[in-house]
């Protein structure tokens, strides 16, 4: 008890973030940063161009679906959904079997109004019955892959408009396209996040779910909005990595869901809930993508970035909560 | 477990046990009645002795995650550890029959040593379980693919007793006989015991006691004097074990182990029949009965699915289904806020 009355302010000061915060943010920028300037020293081919554009081509669908990821987890839930939900939005998406450019975004409509359906299940779930977030998101995941798989018989057909190739692969004035979406999406949330009445109850709500019902904002009204634009993200995050992978399959995204927990984690939002911030968890998923670049880049076998990935979990999430007691 | 208990202040009596017991008996005794009805070959003597023997699998991997769960941590790392103990299992023996024994109690103590690995930095981290095991399940995979990334080595004939064996009661006596379609289980039989096993230690013995204490109120648990870092030991350590044993199930049904194991997502199927069980991710309430009611529910289902001819995908929306329903009856949080 004594812990959740010393977290309070952290939560209800203007910016949403307090001098602790900003270190942990600090902390992990500094380490993506060490990791290019080792990347650059162990590896030729690591700063060029090319390689930095993959690398971002690649970070996009998972940092979209982290921003989603980072608000649930900010109101003390978790969302193992959301490779599910990718996966899901891309069967979707090829289901429409659409020529035209035209056609895309009634199919951006229709998939983020799916997902939007997806997360408010999970959040009704969570708030108005009490089921553990990480239970809720597991079986809506196993539903979903149950209805994706029997719609499409195991094996999905159908194609992608030619522009969906754009998404994934393209360029705006040199920036991957992806990229574009991601910027756009990371400065939109962390406005709401920072600088909006819904950003404040956000943190407050991960704090203190009890004082801010007491303090007349609705809990569960906030919680399930955070499940929801969950949701959407992936959703996004999916339908970009379709685009990039440029073929379908029922497992789009698979593994994102662990991956983009671990990547808000080990950007400072801590799993308890109201502490944290978007950005970290980008920096979070960067670096991830980054490790799985300089395994390869470097000639080890592909084996090795499972082993350099989970040591980085356990010794980035220690660094947090050791920080955090002392 | 008896189903009756007598309430001392108000002296009435009552069903014992949660509401879960009810709920997932309710739902067996329903798909059994659905199974007479629909399938006639559901209900015969030969399907439920299979049915025994299938459910080892699920059986073994559920009452390793139950110990975590009770604690209030979960284990993400056992799909891991059983792939990574079924491809040593098959590796190391090599169809060396001298070899069966020391491999297997050696890739049994590895189980073990992972979990306490486990226990040991998420109680010193301070780091939760649930992201400790998922970095360990990652660093494991990893380490299973360097050793070998395809299937590797085999096992004797005599290494398949372990799961096709069949107890056989002929005039002799008491036999063994691996490839008979008929006979009770052997790993099913072994299972029941497991379960019997660990159920006299969660309510009869102090540790056992310890890890409800400590999945309660881990502060409560340590101010009464309660050694929270052994009994994660003994909770982690035990679902490290029965990880590796399911790996060394795998091998015995299979013949060989494969790495390919490790994207099956065990430890999420592990995790179904804990909470549909009654067994809350919260911590401190639940036990091994309702796990064993949880794994009877989903082999049962899966088990009259395949006999009406339901392909995997419409169980998964089953699976999905029931835990929903199952934890929205149960009311998962304890509303102490």
Known sequence: MSEEVRREPTGMTASGVSYADHLNRYGIFVFAVLLIVVGGLTSPVFLTSKNLQNIFTEAAPLGIVVIGQCLVILVRGLDLSVASVMATAAVIATEFNAVSNAMIPVIFLVCIAFSALVGLVNGLLVTKRQVSPFLATLATMIVLQGIRFSTTKGAPSGSLPEGFRFLGTGQILGIPTGIVALLILAAFFCYLLHKTGFGRRVYLVGNNPAASNLVGISSDRVTISCYVLSSVCACIGGLFLVGYVGSIDNFVGQGYELLSIVAAVMGGVALTGGRGSILGGLAGALILTVIFNLVLLNGLPSEFQYIIQGVIIIAATAFYMLRRTN | MSLLTLDRETGRWSLAGSKATWVVLGLIACLTVAGFLLSDRFGTLRNFSNLFGQAAFLAIIAIGQTLPVLSRGIDLSIGSVIAFAA?????????????????????????????????????????????????????????????????????????????????????????????????????????????????????????????????????????????????????????????????????????????????????????????????????????????????????????????????????????????????????ERRRRE
């Open chain 2, 87 to 331: 491809v040593l299992t098959s590796g190391l023996i090599d169809n060396d029959p001298s070899m069966m024994l020391p491999v297997t109690a050696l890739v049994l103590v590895l189980g073990v040593a992972v979990g306490m690995v486990n226990a040991t930095a998420s109680h010193f981290l301070k780091v939760h379980p649930l992201i400790i095991t998922l970095g360990m399940a990652a660093v494991l995979r990893g380490v299973m693919l360097v050793y070998s990334d395809t299937p590797v080595g085999g096992t004797p004939e005599d290494y398949a007793t372990f799961a096709m064996g069949r107890i056989m009661l002929e005039e002799e006596g008491l036999t063994i006989d691996i490839w008979s379609g008929s006979g009770l289980s052997l790993a099913g039989v072994f299972c029941l015991l497991l379960y019997l096993l660990v159920y006299f230690f969660l309510k009869r013995t102090r540790s056992g006691r310890n890890i409800y204490a400590v999945g309660g109120d881990p502060d409560a648990a340590r101010l009464s004097g309660i050694s929270v870092y052994r009994t994660l030991l003994v909770t982690y350590g035990f679902s490290g074990f029965c990880a590796a044993l399911a790996g060394i199930y795998l091998v015995s049904q299979q013949g060989v182990g494969s790495p390919e194991l490790a994207v099956k997502a065990y430890e999420l199927d592990s995790i179904t029949p804990v909470v549909v069980g009654g067994t809350m991710l919260s911590g401190g309430v639940g036990g091994v009965g309702g796990t064993l009611l949880g794994v009877i529910l989903m082999a049962m289902l899966g088990n009259l699915l395949n006999f009406l001819d339901i392909s995997t995908f419409y169980q998964w929306i089953a699976q999905g289904l029931i835990i929903i329903v199952a934890v929205s009856i149960y009311v």
